[in-house]
């Protein structure tokens, strides 16, 4: 079992930044498959960054040049720093871990695992 607590969010102006992080218990996040999704209202959710177990990185084209996912093994914790921030990134992002199924991208694939999620408003 593995619980996520999601924190960082909040309201900022666009070009603003933020840093979101997931401080994850029950197991470590160096030896498991993390990743951040977020959904805005009336959306699918979307992947958004993806971790592996050796630190590469995924990321969904928008996103691509402004958010750096990345993880510190000692605090457990994952990060998504998010730069350059536009309105269409206002959505509720969600820590997600423990890829159980494989759909062609770690973002488009299954977890196990979902933090409650933490808002990000960009006006």
């Known amino acids: 079992q593995v619980q996520l607590v999601e924190s960082g969010g909040g309201s900022v102006q666009a070009g603003g930044s933020l840093r979101l992080s997931c401080a994850a218990s029950?197991?470590?996040?160096?030896?498991?498959?993390m990743a951040w999704f977020r959904q805005a209202p009336g959306k699918e959710r979307e992947g958004v960054a993806a971790?592996?177990?050796?630190?590469?990185?995924t990321y969904t084209y928008s996103v691509m040049g402004r958010f750096t996912i990345s993880k510190d093994n000692v605090q457990n914790t994952l990060y998504l720093q998010m730069n350059d921030l536009k309105p269409e990134d206002t959505a509720m992002y969600y820590c997600?871990?423990?890829?159980?199924?494989?759909?062609?991208?770690?973002?488009?694939?299954?977890?196990?695992?979902w933090g409650q999620g933490t808002q990000v408003t960009v006006s």
């Open positions: 997600a871990a423990y890829l159980t199924t494989w759909r062609q991208s770690p973002l488009t694939s299954e977890y196990k695992f």
């Open positions: 029950g197991d470590t996040v160096g030896s498991i498959y």
């Open positions: 971790i592996d177990r050796a630190g590469s990185p």
